[in-house]
């Protein structure tokens, strides 16, 4: 589904030249759930922003179902974004003067043929907490409501930028548990990316970034259960 | 170290703090420009009476005996007085008939009172007769020199008169006649002339008018009450002081125009700003919080944050008032010289007025620091603990306005507008207020116009329905009538008496222009409201201004001076007058109240194509003492509205500015804030170009609710200033047009949505990734 080719990203600060990203290659398989690991400033995000397009690489394709992404203008990048990609945010970006079912519409609004809000809002267990406000839900809750609003355009692929960096573990692991399920389920690819060595226990495959290069790639036979996850 | 973060805080938000400061710039330039223009030219005023020893009081009356002045110079308490003679004669210039005021001066010197400031050439040389001074402005519009002969006719005597030089006069700064305000140099000017060449001319040891200062200030209507019963057996036809006098008075109007809106608009503007600092201080408050939070708890003392961010309030004051005042000054003097340019003073006076420039620097930085102080306060007083977890203000979810709205679906974006809109809601409250303040700038400047327009209108297109109108020197039969009506292109022509009257009441009296005439469709009488009355059969129809400064009423009887002599008669009804005051009756009415035969008026109506030549054609008439054109005293209107006009234009640019600063700012500030859910809509999907259509939306209805508060009070705060307008010499009627509605609203939301465009441009550019992971609250 997702092609990295020879993917590089540099910034120039100055006349200095950082290599945030160097000769990326790896595949994403519809349906695969793929933890990013690495310290910070390994180039985690880049990546991520990259495959996103909100950035773009210096160097390198990145292809989506055949589809050159980074041939694609503002406009291109914008409507592959709205089609194909869904986001889940470290602090979770909801809108807070509307409520947790708007949010969610909100996102369907874009595509021709969203999913059903209340089906969604089901999927991560928010249906008695649909007209509540962000600042009337829990960390929890508002992170679940961010996930039905990645899911309600029926995308691809899901990108998760930390998505229990600002949760308790307890909190941390219902939402995994829940991503891994739509995962399972609907047949959604995600890439999670993570500082946190524990997550990449319940990812298909793990891809170990150091210094902004692939240092290895994992393939996990046996995926943990987010439920028996620790740290 | 803190006062580098003051400049940092601003120049990292240069856009937001420009837009605060634009709007002091703004209220301190107005102020000082306008109250320095209004002393450049009170001084200017009192220099030139100075100088010219303008007089303290002056009577006008039927011809007397010259020897009278010796009973008015033993008045106790009466300084310098000077007798004269004033009657008008005629002049041909350009083959056009002209009436020229003939002023007698005393022979080789200066007269005591109203010295005449002689522009080019020199005062009449003793013994020269025949030689006279020409007031400026009439001279300069017809291109006559000094050293020049005219030839004026009075008393159907034709005399030849050598222009010794080009004066200005203290009496003719703005020149008056009769009660009308807008007498075109093209067809009146003055002229000075010896006493024994006026003399000469059948006014043997006469004099008309008597000019006298006082140096017993406070006695000075006592001492103008006895100068004019000296002068009663004569028939006194108008006395006032030096602050009635007709010139006099219209500069002091305007100067009072000047002062108040130096305060008023200013004033307005500089309390706008006061929310301006409030919405942006709050927003860097907020967004520094827990920078506060850290200075506390390194030890920093409350007084200390609260100076910190008092310094940002009173940097953005002392920086707009010093713009303001630079700028002030240099508008004052640029305003002076375009306004003396209007009038006729030969010179204009203007001072750098530091006191003024002083209390521009002092409220300029007072208005932003009482906003500033009121905030700072609050982030002096916010507990550490909370600063460092963040935000001080809390979080609301907004104002579900959508929720109200049933009649159709709207999309979710829509509904985020909507609830945007009233996030803040003392955010949506100063911008509501910046855009009925932009309303009432932006349709005070325009009313202006359209009750200009509506009382010309009124004027010339129903009151006086004639093309020509034609003066008698003395009292015509019917034959003159026929006379004017045998001319090939004249269609219509009615008789007018044309007099004037001095109402006594009380201890009070007042001159007022008198006309009698027949009820027809040339000269209608209408007031304010437009309704046309009637010639009274018999009685007087007085205008409001006069009955009220004389507390008379209808059907009271009244006792008055004429040309004739002292009469009575009744009030039969009081109307409101639309710009100068006149008082009617029948013509059979007056005929019998003054004892004439006959008429001293003709009102003309002419085939256009023939309005030239028919003009020409009257002025050779027998008796005729000038003739006016309409068209003429509309194009002198005209060019007197110019001014008037670029005064106009300033404002409408002023409101304009004020309202795209004001806007512009909480815009600015809204996007900032809301920079992350806007960025995370960016990565939802969602173009630039729909996000901007919601930003859109959110000033729109700013925009409407403004709108909405902002008509009606702009129609009351337009009210209230045309009345400062209305004074017993002139009265403009009230009225708005659809236009200005109209242009008003248009110009509001073409502010509203030019001021999203740089909002838009930060949107487009914004590093989403990075916007998204801010941790803003």
């Known amino acids: 589904m997702l092609t990295l080719e020879d993917v590089w990203k540099i910034y120039r600060i100055g006349k200095v030249e950082v290599h945030a990203l160097k000769e990326v290659n790896f595949e994403v398989e519809e349906g695969e759930f793929i933890v990013v690991l690495g310290p910070s400033g390994s180039g985690k995000t880049t990546l991520l922003n990259i495959i996103g397009g909100i950035d773009v690489p210096s160097k390198g394709k990145v292809l989506f179902r055949g589809m050159d992404v980074t041939s694609l203008d503002e406009n291109g990048l914008t409507m592959h974004r709205r089609e194909h990609i869904g986001f889940v945010f470290q602090f979770f970006n909801l809108i807070p003067t509307l409520t947790a079912r708007e949010n969610v519409v909100l996102a369907s609004e874009l595509v021709e043929n969203p999913r059903d809000v209340d089906e969604v809002l089901g999927i991560v267990g928010l249906k008695d907490r649909a007209n509540h406000f962000p600042s009337e839900l829990s960390g929890g809750e508002q992170q679940r409501v961010s996930i039905a609003r990645a899911i309600i355009k029926n995308p691809p692929l899901i990108l998760a930028d930390e998505p229990t960096g600002n949760l308790d573990f307890e909190t941390g692991k219902k939402i995994l548990k829940y991503m891994r399920e739509i995962c399972k389920n609907e047949g959604i690819s995600f890439i999670v990316v993570t500082h946190n060595s524990a997550i990449s226990e319940t990812a298909d495959r793990i891809v170990h970034l150091k210094d902004g290069k692939i240092d290895k790639i994992m393939v996990n036979e046996e995926p943990l259960d987010p439920d028996k996850l620790f740290w | ?777």
């Open chain 2, 1 to 777: 170290m803190l006062s580098r973060k003051v400049i940092r805080d601003i120049s990292t938000r240069k856009g937001m703090f420009f837009g605060v400061t634009f709007i002091i710039f703004l209220g301190i330039s107005l102020f000082s420009s306008f109250y320095i223009s209004y002393l450049n030219l009170s001084d200017t005023y009192s220099d030139f009476y100075e100088q010219t020893d303008f007089e303290d009081a002056a009577i006008e009356f039927n011809y007397a005996p010259v020897e009278l002045l010796k009973e008015v110079r033993k008045i106790d308490g009466v300084g310098e007085v000077t007798g004269r003679l004033a009657v008008k004669g005629s002049m041909k210039i350009n083959n056009e008939q002209v009436v020229l005021l003939l002023i007698s001066v005393p022979d080789g010197e200066q007269p005591k009172v109203n010295k005449l400031f002689i522009e080019k050439g020199e005062y009449i040389p003793e013994g020269a007769y025949s030689s006279c001074l020409l007031i400026n402005e009439f001279a300069k519009y017809h291109g006559i020199h000094a050293g020049q002969i005219i030839s004026p006719e009075l008393n159907g005597q034709k005399l030849q008169l050598k222009i010794a030089g080009i004066v200005y006069s203290p009496e003719y700064i703005w020149i008056i006649e009769e009660d009308n305000f807008f007498v075109s140099p093209r067809t009146m000017g003055i002229a000075f002339i010896p006493y024994k060449k006026l003399e000469e001319l059948g006014y043997k040891g006469k004099i008309n008018q008597v000019h006298f200062t006082i140096y017993d200030k406070d006695r000075r209507d006592e001492i103008l009450g006895k100068a004019k019963k000296v002068f009663e057996p004569y028939g006194v036809k108008n006395f006032y002081t030096r602050e009635q006098q007709p010139s006099n008075q219209a500069l002091q109007l305007d100067l009072a125009g000047f002062r108040e809106l130096s305060i008023m608009i200013p004033g307005f503007i500089l309390f706008i700003s006061i929310f301006a600092i409030y919405v942006l201080l709050t927003r860097l408050i907020n967004e520094q919080t827990p920078n506060i939070g850290v200075l506390r708890a390194l030890g920093f003392k409350k007084n200390t944050v609260l100076f910190h961010y008092l310094k940002h309030s009173i940097l953005i004051g002392f920086l707009g008032s010093l713009a303001g005042v630079i700028t002030g000054y240099i508008l004052s003097v640029l305003m002076t010289v375009q306004y003396t340019g209007v009038i006729n003073v030969p010179y204009y006076v203007t001072k750098p007025h530091f006191e003024i420039l002083l209390a521009g620097m002092f409220t300029g930085i007072l208005f932003p620091s009482i906003a500033g102080l009121l905030i700072a306060k609050k982030a002096a007083d916010i507990q550490i603990v909370d600063a460092l977890k963040g935000s001080f203000e809390p979080q609301t979810k907004g104002f579900e306005i959508d929720r109200y709205i049933p009649f159709f679906k709207m999309s979710v974006l829509t509904r985020l507008s909507l609830r945007n809109t009233f996030r803040n809601r003392k955010r949506a409250a100063y911008s509501m207020f910046s855009v009925v303040a932009a309303i009432m700038l932006i349709m005070n400047s325009m009313v202006f116009m359209d009750a200009f327009e509506e009382a010309l209108d009124l004027q010339f297109n129903k009151v006086l329905n004639y093309e020509l109108e034609v003066r008698y020197s003395s009292y015509v039969n019917s034959s003159a009538i026929k006379e004017v009506k045998s001319i090939q292109g004249v269609r219509e022509a009615y008789p007018l008496i044309t007099t004037w009257m001095l109402i006594e009441s009380g201890d009070k009296s007042k001159s007022v222009s008198l006309i009698g005439m027949d009820n027809q469709r040339l000269y209608n009488i209408y007031d304010l409201r437009n309704e046309l009355h009637m010639p009274p059969p018999d009685g007087i129809l007085l205008p409001s201004s006069v009955a009220s400064n004389l507390s008379l009423i209808k059907g009271q009887k009244i006792f008055f001076f004429t040309e004739k002599g002292k009469r009575e008669s009744k009030v039969y009804d009081v109307f409101d007058h639309s710009l100068t005051p006149s008082a009617f009756t029948s013509l059979d009415y007056l005929q019998n109240l003054l004892g004439v035969d006959g008429y001293n008026t003709v009102i003309v109506n002419v085939n256009p194509e023939d309005e030239e030549r028919v003009q020409e054609e009257l002025e050779k008439l027998d008796g005729v003492l000038q003739v006016n054109s309409k068209a003429v005293i509309i194009d002198y209107i005209n060019q007197l509205l110019e001014f008037s006009y670029a005064f106009i234009f300033f404002s409408l640019l002023f409101g304009s500015s004020l309202g795209f600063s004001a806007i512009f700012n909480t815009t600015s500030i809204n996007i900032m804030e809301r920079r992350r859910e806007l960025a995370t809509l960016r990565m939802l999907g969602y173009t630039t170009r729909q996000m901007g259509f919601a930003l859109f939306v959110e000033n729109m209805l700013i925009g409407i609710l403004g709108t909405v508060i902002g008509i009606p009070l702009s129609y009351f705060v337009a009210y209230l200033y045309l009345m400062s307008f209305s004074s017993e010499l002139f009265q403009i009627p009230f009225v708005i047009y659809p236009r200005t509605y109209v242009l008003s609203v248009i110009l509001i939301f073409v502010i509203l949505a030019f001021s999203i465009l740089p909002g838009l441009r930060y949107i487009s550019r914004m590093n989403i990734e990075k916007v998204t992971k801010e941790v803003i609250s």
